[in-house]
């Protein structure tokens, strides 16, 4: 469509068929291209994609740097948004972003963070008080790249670059049940001990007693999941177990290590 921004949107993707659309409809029809790098779904996920539009592009599964620098590689345009399966682009988001492409002034940075907050299965809407953080997603790549990093798939801008933030938020559905969390942050927590030791970092053991309290205060106080009510609690005592995981299975790892002789 010549109306399109010069925007080329990827998403990296792995059996989510039941969350996929939201994300590409949400950049549907204004960004000039859609891509999908999908890992090898088994499920409909492909079909989704390429029934609203979408370029879906194989590529076997590399660690999440590595897989969103893959998608970077097949985009056509310069600036890219990236958006994970389980995001959309709200309106207001859309709305900024045109709106800095209709007068030039999405070129006053080489990079824009963007808010992703939260939004959880009963909601219609993230809530004023969601847990959010900030990431590089619309950026243009001669300016910047996703890390090369498994476990961190975050945009490093070069030397020099400017960064700006916009004032719209992404919603972030990473919750689909909590057999879905817990599953989730138990794979997770593994990856992350693999991508600590490749590096040669390690946790000190006292924080097999601290990392549970502290990590549940965090999360109900300072992530702000005690407005939430009882769900909040729920949220709390789930992180805090999967940063105690991340430490014990450290500590698991180092003791499998030692008794190996190594």
């Known amino acids: 469509m010549t109306d399109c921004l010069p925007l080329s949107v990827f998403i990296i993707a792995r059996d989510e068929a039941d969350r996929i659309s939201r994300a590409i409809e949400s950049v549907t029809g204004w960004a000039d291209e859609v891509i999908v790098i999908d890992s090898g779904s088994t499920d409909n996920t492909v079909a989704v994609a390429e029934s ?75 809530a004023p008080w969601a847990y959010g953080y900030h990431q590089i997603r619309l950026y243009d790549r001669r300016k910047g790249r996703f890390s090369t990093s498994s476990v961190h798939d975050t945009v490093r801008p070069e030397e020099g670059a400017t960064i700006a933030s916009l004032k719209g938020i992404m919603a972030h559905r990473s919750i689909r049940s909590l057999d879905f969390q817990v599953a989730k942050y138990n794979r997770y927590s593994g990856m992350q001990v693999e991508d600590m030791r490749a590096r040669g970092r390690k946790l000190p053991r006292w924080r097999l007693l601290s990392e549970f309290p502290v990590s549940f205060l965090k999360a109900y106080f300072v992530r702000r999941y005690l407005k939430y009510g009882w769900w909040g609690f729920i949220l709390s005592v789930n992180y805090a177990h999967a940063r105690f995981l991340r430490v014990a299975k450290a500590y698991e790892a180092e003791l499998l290590e030692k008794r190996a002789g190594r």
């Open 52 to 126: 609203l539009g979408a370029r879906v592009i194989h590529n076997d599964w590399p660690g999440y740097g590595p897989q969103k620098r893959f998608g970077e590689d097949q985009c056509r345009n310069d600036w890219l948004l990236n958006l994970d399966a389980d995001e959309e682009v709200t309106p207001e988001l859309r709305a900024e972003i045109q709106a800095k492409f209709a007068d030039g002034s999405y070129r006053d940075a080489d990079g824009w963070r963007v808010m992703i907050r939260d939004l959880y299965a009963h909601e219609s809407a993230p």
